[in-house]
């Protein structure tokens, strides 16, 4: 138990790094030092590093990185990917460098005891010139490869970590893990740096690499809880998508936009929600895009900016099919109306999707958002990846008070649900199916709307044709039953009309 | 038999502690019996963190060999002599 007292709470310093703060809630315990910890590769120097780069970028804060690994000069090469200038801070007196990383073919001798008494006094010395408020120490797990005492390097930590304390420095310690689950870090580092602890990790999951963080503890403060995404992105370093911490306070609308479709609008009730998110499931070829051209034109004719993501089908191709239903995209485009981006998803990760889709939603400000089809990106992909994703993009796209209308492609030609489905069903607010139906030998196509929050719609499957004009939906099919499961099979009227009795009295 | 080469060399410290002393005091002697020709420097870190810096000093405290080459780096209180010997290239004379 924590002992009461009157000391007022510790407050945090925001640390600048996208997302990260949203899940620290306010960012790093300030005046303290955080222990953060990562296998190999877990982007550990490059959380270290934003840190400083971040304080001066946003609020001109110096920061002193001490390098036990890698010479400045790397530091600054790989960091300039990131365009961080980190050079030019040094000429400003932002930055400063404290050298520890090994010099080359220099064997040192130990005769006798020793501390670390003149790394110390440099860091010191490297905090006053630049009368930084923050510093990054990367990483311990170099120092102790540096000496045969793994005890006095303990020692010595401990002591610099009271020395940062004591010049009211907000730190960051990066520290290695041998394994992404177990001890927090080697050389029992934990037990001086312990207060405060992050964990990053790079996990392999079905041949794919998942980066996430963790916030374990900040001691005498609060964050949130779990594993969250981020992405290392070259121009902006790392960013976390904060999943669950995103506050889901969207306001529902009255406010009706068509779909593009009058009789789709009928089965709706009167067209989707304004800030509606929906679902289009469907075997492929079954009409989804077509669906979404009319809800794009929808939007046009309103003269309402709209934007497509196509992960699909190539430009020319989403172009020249819109073209067959009667939609110039190239026109749409041209008028400033229309944004159309044209990405395969295995040009990126999903993280790196995801950031894209955002910040184009961001730029163009679109009035309506179709993604064509989500489930090409369950490819790039874990199961739990993909879940994150489609959460982080619903709620996304919620806050904005815009109509998103996402695809799913069913793996099944007749039938079946996708695993999109599965993942979407629950955050989407109306969910329409598009299937194939085999009826006397030919393959016919069937719509119903399965779901629509806070509104009346039909429930009938009815049957739809595509020729040159778009969609056009006909009557409800009739003497037929297992469409949705796959398996449609003709029932005589007189069964129809005793099944219909069932539900009489 | 003493060196008769020209030795360069500087002892970091860090304040006026006993492990600095004891430092001065053990390197002045394994100097005087093994050396002709020496030229010692001692800096202080906390004076002049700067020249730590430089030299890239960590521990305190450290010997570096300057003169004669190659560059020699020694770390403690200079308390193992057979270390310091070793380090500085130079034979114990009583092992002769």
């Known amino acids: ?505 | 038999m003493a060196e008769k080469e020209t030795y360069q060399l500087k002892l970091y410290i860090t304040g006026h502690t006993h492990r600095s002393a004891q430092a001065i005091s053990n390197l002045q002697r394994i100097c005087d019996q093994e050396l002709v020709d020496y030229e010692l420097l001692v800096i202080d870190v906390l004076e002049h963190p700067g020249l730590a810096e430089d030299e890239k000093i960590l521990a305190t405290p450290t010997l570096i060999r300057e003169l004669p080459p190659p560059l020699r780096r020694i770390i403690g209180d200079l308390s193992n002599t057979e270390k310091v010997l070793l380090g500085l290239d130079l034979k114990p004379i009583r092992s002769k």
């Open chain 1, 1 to 505: 138990m924590e002992p009461k007292h009157s000391l007022s709470p510790l407050i945090k310093l925001s640390t600048g790094i996208e997302g990260f703060d949203l899940i620290a809630e306010g960012g790093l315990p300030m005046g303290r030092t955080t222990l953060v910890a990562g296998t190999a590769g877990s982007a550990k120097t490059v959380f270290a590093a934003q840190f400083l780069a971040e304080g001066i970028r946003r609020k001109q804060q110096a920061g002193v990185f001490v390098t036990f690994e890698e010479p400045p000069a790397d530091i600054r090469r790989n960091l300039l990917s990131m365009s961080w200038d980190i050079e030019q801070w040094e000429k400003d007196g932002l930055w400063a460098f404290v050298d520890a990383s090994p010099l080359p073919g220099l064997e040192q001798i130990e005769a006798g005891d020793f501390d670390l008494g003149a790394l110390l006094a440099r860091i010191e010395h490297a905090i006053h010139q630049v009368s930084a408020k923050r510093v990054a120490i990367d990483s311990l797990g170099a120092v102790f490869s540096q000496f045969t005492h793994s005890y006095l390097v303990r020692e010595e930590m401990r002591r610099l970590g009271a020395a940062l304390r004591n010049l009211g420095i907000t730190a960051v310690m990066t520290a290695e893990r041998t394994q992404e689950f177990g001890e927090i870090a080697r050389f029992g580092v934990e037990e001086f740096v312990a207060d405060n602890v992050v964990i990053l990790r790079n996990v392999l999951e079905d041949e794919k690499r998942r980066r996430t963080v963790e916030i374990l503890k900040f001691r005498g403060t609060t964050h949130q809880k779990g594993e969250y995404p981020f992405t290392v992105l070259p121009d902006s370093g790392i960013v976390v998508i904060p999943v669950s911490a995103i506050e889901l306070k969207q306001r529902s609308s009255d406010r009706r936009v068509s779909s593009g479709n009058p009789e789709l609008d009928r089965m709706t009730g009167g067209g989707f929600f304004q800030d509606s998110l929906i679902l289009v499931s469907g075997a492929t070829g079954c009409g989804k895009t077509l669906m979404t051209a009319e809800f794009i034109a929808a939007s046009i004719t309103q003269g309402e900016r709209c934007l497509l993501f196509a992960y699909e089908e190539s430009r020319e191709q989403l172009f020249r099919n819109a073209r067959g239903w009667g939609y110039d995209f190239n026109k749409y485009e041209q008028e400033g109306l229309l944004q159309v981006i044209c990405a395969y998803p295995e040009t990126a990760g999903l993280e790196d999707h995801l950031i894209k889709i955002k910040s184009h939603i961001d730029s163009f400000k679109p009035r309506r958002v179709a993604v064509d089809s989500v489930s090409a990106l369950e490819r790039v992909a874990t199961s739990r990846g993909f879940r994150e994703f489609i959460i982080s993009l619903a709620s996304f796209v919620k806050q904005r008070e815009i109509p998103g209308m996402f695809t799913a492609t069913t793996a099944n030609l007749m039938g079946g649900p996708s695993i999109t489905e599965s993942h979407f069903s629950s955050i989407t607010d109306t969910i329409i199916l598009l299937r194939y139906v085999e009826m006397l030998g030919e393959m016919r196509r069937g719509i119903t709307v399965l779901k629509m929050r806070g509104s009346m719609h039909e429930k009938e499957i009815r049957e739809f044709t595509i020729d040159g004009q778009g969609m056009h939906i006909n009557a409800p099919f009739r003497n037929i039953i297992g469409i949705l499961s796959g398996r449609p099979e003709f029932i005589t009227p007189g069964e129809m009309e005793r099944m219909g009795r069932l539900f009489n009295d």
